[in-house]
């Protein structure tokens, strides 16, 4: 009980450190550009930064229990392939098609979760060679054909609003308020901290440390396969390179947000504020005038310097 | 360890089985193909209404200051570093206009359309952009045509309604004859050859590949393609897989093609360091300045290839006289400053005119 | 494996001697399987097409790709310390660059060959001391070093190639004693480094701060001066990769070779460096690169429809990987 404690206290400290760099971001960026503090903008962006964001989330899991899921993009790419596949060669109903490609990226996250837990495989290395052929189904599948002309309804997730605010964006809010709750205050989300704090002790402990984590990495297969859909439907055709260098990009967030990459400490919110200071940058900056290999310097400078900052801090408390 | 044996060896047999015997060329797209004349009568052009898409609601730019910007597939490779410089090129000249270029590090459509998205919102005047992916790049598009600005297209289109113009180098039929022939003469018209390009997920690749199949299945039906490998944007592994080819097929395989200013001098690399030069010809789409050590060596005896500075210069001029009002829907010809009188083709389809073949003799005349 | 490693370090004490054959399969199990396979391949493949094993070919498979093998032995040295460096693709294009650009500028070719592995052990020293000393995961040095190196290489080259490098720069293309130098580098380097592992104490340090750093912290190594080492010595072969890398064509491209830091590492991965730390030999990562290459070439011998390659490929890794797990589960 006492290292839960210990870890919120700690959480806090970095997630209160890296809102206040958001909120200082934000105001550097809204003077730079007029452009950026609208709400046509920040909405816009919170479209484009849904995949990224769900599969983030549910990384944040993977990592906390001291895992990594480097396979995210191919699932994705995968995914996006098998929609198009079952909708135009196999002739079914676009929607069944999608929730069957779905649930065919879930299963790629479950295998995943199989061979880590039951063959002992370490998370990099069983998700480095599932990267591999995920996106080599993915390709093989596809024979490289594009699937397009898609029905306008199906536009309506990836490009459309509900109420205003873009229809994928209510999935990562859902998907947010969902996750958050799963970890901070159910049994399951208490387990993957202990999985991840120490993972013989847990299971020593009697919790269920391989079903748990099983659970996690088919979980992040379910994040990008839909994340993959929704990809889709913004661009209104799939590609088998689609999510190339997602997990990157995931990772980088999730890390930023204060989840520490040996497992055991992390929050949804903290991955929520990394991914918002991310998008933040990449647009702010782009419509300041700096180019996009300018933005990639400041990101990874940024990555850097913001952990470099905490790890200080918490050495100077500790 | 006698475990591992067989399921490798089983591995092996099981993926040897999948191959396919491929009717079409590996790489190819599925649209329909339009073969040239094998005799070089030109192709009738039939008159096509303006397909293009217009901007919404612009606002009067007629001779104002613009502010343009340049996306292309990607940069870091020789290819857009000249388009990227005839664009600044026709700016200069045009001298009401600020452009820059700025792609991303990868041929990624999500970081492509990103970019595109975040100029759109930062006001800019026009748009120039070679396409990822034609219907990925859409939906953005049309969005910067509905916020009134100006889009042209060079190099790889989008769809037609996604923009207002799309200067095309060359049509894809016309490389393909180009490529073709160029490769018969120097290999015969029964000679096999192999093909090494970039990805087959490439549509300008892929459609050139599946024209290049149509047309030599039509004018030299004893050619033999060998295959087609991937080598990504590359120069390493470019080089690496056609060493492979090379190996391979020994003396069987008379040709190579390269599809990419990257694939094709790593191919005449790898045969100049094989030792075939002059028994394997190597053919495909370069520019000059790489191309030059192995032009002038004899190995190579010619690269095609447009101007690409020509593009981005057209590409500019177009924009710019779309923005002034000067270049409208249903024009038959376009004056692009001084590249003199463009044909309008295919509706929105700006020509730049017949690719250049460099040889020995006009090589040193380019530099990019 | 590990255990058996850190205790003689550790401890000191030695232990009856066991047979040697017996003590190379045990210690080598990992490589010799990956041997096996490649001979498997060969055989296999050759029977198929006899010029699969023809000297260019094997020239092609070996000497091309040496440069990986290379680069594989730094980062299996940064795996088995418990580390991961995925900023190295990016970081063997610009040093390439910087080569390059040295080379056609008109200095001598000494300096542009030195001038990548000194660059590359400095980079690698920045990395490894925000590592080791200000305790930043490796991960998210090297994601965010990976993102500074692409981004800063085109900002400054404005994405330009490098051609019309000087022959006496080619150092890929000569063949000394008749063998193509990349082979000859990338085996000596990779005995040396082996050797040098098992041999010498720091070498064999390495595998104590990979297993378990609170014992090794405990007799009185210090980890961090170890990891700093590591990253700086990563770092030079690195730079000598790039060497290889660099002088194969007449143009460098001032791009990121794609996908390069993942071969890399499964490489080394494959080649039974244990993710885990503390465990693997750095002949391993150099088999595991050849294998790749050897995989990969295989493919398009025996005509494996190109569309499903990266399909096989993954699930040979995949494939690889459980065997090896399956190997190493203690008898129960």
């Not at chain 2, 022939?181 to 050859?193: C, H, N, R």
């Not at chain 2, 393609?225 to 592994?237: G, H, M, P, S």
């Not at chain 3, 066991?18 to 498997?40: H, N, T």
Request: include cysteine; charged fraction near 10%.
């Amino acid at each position: 009980m006492s290292l839960h404690n210990i870890s919120w206290r700690n959480l806090l400290r970095h997630e209160t450190i890296l809102a206040i760099v958001a909120v200082i971001l934000l105001i550097l960026l809204a003077f730079q550009s007029s452009q950026f503090f609208t709400g046509a903008n920040l909405l816009n962006q919170g479209r484009l930064m849904t995949e990224v964001g769900l599969v983030a989330i549910i990384m944040t899991f993977v990592i906390i229990t001291g895992g990594i899921d480097l396979s995210v993009g191919s699932i994705l790419g995968l995914t996006a392939i098998l929609t198009g596949v079952f909708w135009q060669n196999l002739g079914l109903p676009l929607v069944l098609a999608a929730c069957l490609a779905i649930a065919v990226g879930t299963f790629c996250g479950f295998v995943n979760g199989f061979v880590i837990t039951r063959f002992g495989v370490p998370p990099l290395i069983a998700t480095l060679a599932t990267l591999a052929l995920y996106r080599g189904l993915a390709e093989g599948i596809s024979q490289a054909r594009s699937v397009r002309g898609y029905p306008e309804w199906f536009y309506v997730l990836g490009q459309g609003s509900m109420l205003g605010v873009p229809t994928q964006l209510w999935i990562l809010i859902a998907l947010a308020i969902l996750a958050s709750i799963l970890l901070a205050a159910t049994r399951i989300g208490r387990s993957i901290y202990a999985i991840g704090a120490n993972e013989v002790a847990a299971f020593f402990s009697g919790l269920p440390v391989n079903r748990t984590k099983i659970a996690v990495y088919t979980a992040s297969g379910f994040a990008a396969a839909l994340a993959g859909v929704i990809f889709v439907s913004r661009v209104s055709t799939t590609r088998s390179d689609m999510g190339t260098g997602l997990e990157l990009d995931a990772i980088t967030a999730v890390v930023l947000g204060g989840t520490s990459i040996y497992g055991g400490r992390g929050s949804v919110i903290g991955t929520l504020i990394g991914l918002v200071v991310i998008q933040s940058l990449k647009n702010g900056l782009s419509l300041a005038g700096v180019k996009a290999e300018g933005t990639a310097v400041l990101i990874g400078l940024m990555l850097i310097g913001a952990i470099l900052m905490t790890t200080v801090l918490n050495k100077r408390r500790a | 360890m006698r475990r591992y044996m067989i399921t490798s060896l089983l591995a092996l047999a099981l993926s040897a089985g999948t191959s396919q015997a491929a009717s079409t060329w590996t790489g190819g797209d599925d649209l329909p193909t339009n073969p040239l004349a094998c005799d070089g009568t030109p192709a009738a052009a039939a008159p096509v209404t303006y397909d293009g898409g217009s901007p919404t609601k612009a606002p009067d730019r007629n001779g104002k200051q613009i502010k343009v910007v340049d996306v292309p597939k990607l940069v870091g490779i020789g290819y857009f570093n000249s388009t990227s410089k005839g664009v600044m090129e026709a700016a200069k000249d045009l001298g009401n206009v600020s452009a820059k270029t700025d792609g991303s590090t990868k041929a990624n459509i999500d970081d492509q359309i990103t970019l595109i998205d975040n100029y759109i919102t930062s006001g800019v005047d026009g748009i120039l952009f070679s396409a990822n992916d034609p219907v990925a790049i859409a939906p953005v598009l049309k969005k910067a045509l509905a916020a009134g600005i100006n889009v042209v297209g060079y190099d790889a289109d989008a769809q037609a309604d996604a923009r207002q113009w799309f200067v095309n180098p060359a049509t894809p039929n016309g490389v393909a004859k180009s490529l073709i022939d160029t490769l018969a003469k120097e290999i015969g018209p029964d000679g096999s050859f192999a093909i090494v390009t970039s990805t087959f997920t490439t549509p300008n690749q892929a459609r050139w590949i599946s024209e290049m199949s149509a047309y030599q299945a039509k004018c030299y039906p004893k050619m033999t393609w060998l295959e087609t490998v991937e080598a990504q944007e590359d120069n390493i592994l470019s080089f690496n897989q056609a060493n492979t080819l090379i190996n391979k097929y020994g003396s069987d395989m008379k040709g190579i093609i390269g599809m990419t200013s990257v694939a094709t001098p790593a191919a005449a690399d790898a045969v100049t360091q094989a030792g075939q030069c002059g028994k394997i010809s190597v053919v495909g789409l370069a520019t000059p300045n790489p191309m030059k050590p192995y032009i002038k060596a004899g190995c190579v005896k010619s690269a095609v290839l447009w101007s690409t500075t020509d593009l981005g210069y057209a590409a500019m001029e177009a924009l710019r006289a779309s923005a002034d009002g000067t270049l409208k829907p249903g024009d038959k010809t376009f004056k692009a400053g001084r590249l003199g009188e463009l044909q309008i083709i295919n509706g929105s389809q700006i020509l730049l005119g017949s690719p250049a073949v460099f040889t020995k003799d006009n090589v040193d005349k380019y530099d990019f | 494996m590990a255990a058996i490693q850190q205790s003689a370090v550790l401890t000191g004490k030695s232990r009856p001697p066991r047979p040697l054959l017996s003590r190379l399969v045990s210690d080598y199990g990992q490589e010799f399987v990956i041997i096996a396979a490649m001979l498997v391949l060969f055989v296999a493949v050759g029977l198929y097409n006899p010029r699969f094993l023809s000297t260019s070919n094997l020239n092609t498979i070996f000497s091309g790709n040496a440069y990986i093998a290379v680069a594989a032995i730094g980062m299996a040295m940064v795996i088995i310390t418990g580390h991961i460096d995925v900023s190295i693709g990016a970081l063997i294009g610009v040093l390439a660059t910087i080569s390059g650009t040295l080379a056609v500028s008109g200095y001598p070719v000494w300096v542009a060959w030195s001038a990548p592995v000194i660059l590359g052990m400095a980079v690698n020293f920045i990395v490894g001391w925000l590592v080791a000393y200000a305790r930043i995961p490796s991960i998210v040095v090297t994601l965010g070093m990976m993102s500074i190196l692409r981004g800063g290489l085109i900002s400054i080259t404005g994405g330009t190639w490098i051609s019309g490098l000087p022959k006496e720069f080619m150092i890929a293309q000569w063949k000394p004693f008749g063998l193509p130098f990349p082979i000859i580098a990338m085996v000596v380097l990779t005995v040396l480094a082996a050797w040098w592992m098992r041999n010498f104490p720091f070498g064999r340090s390495l595998y104590a701060v990979g297993g378990n750093p609170e014992a090794a912290r405990a007799t009185g190594l210090s980890a961090e001066r170890r990891v700093l080492a590591v990253f700086v010595i990563h770092g030079a072969f690195a730079g000598i990769a790039t060497i290889l890398f660099a002088t194969q064509l007449q143009v460098i491209q001032s791009t990121v070779p794609p996908n390069l830091e993942l071969t890399v590492i499964t490489a080394a991965v494959i080649g039974g460096v244990s993710i885990l730390g503390g465990s693997g030999t750095v002949i391993g990562s150099t088999l595991a690169a050849i294998l790749f290459a050897t995989i990969g070439s295989a493919l398009i011998f025996v005509n494996v429809s190109a569309y499903w390659l990266r399909a096989v490929i993954g699930g040979l890794i995949l494939i690889t990987v459980l065997a090896d797990m399956i190997r190493r589960r203690p008898a129960r």
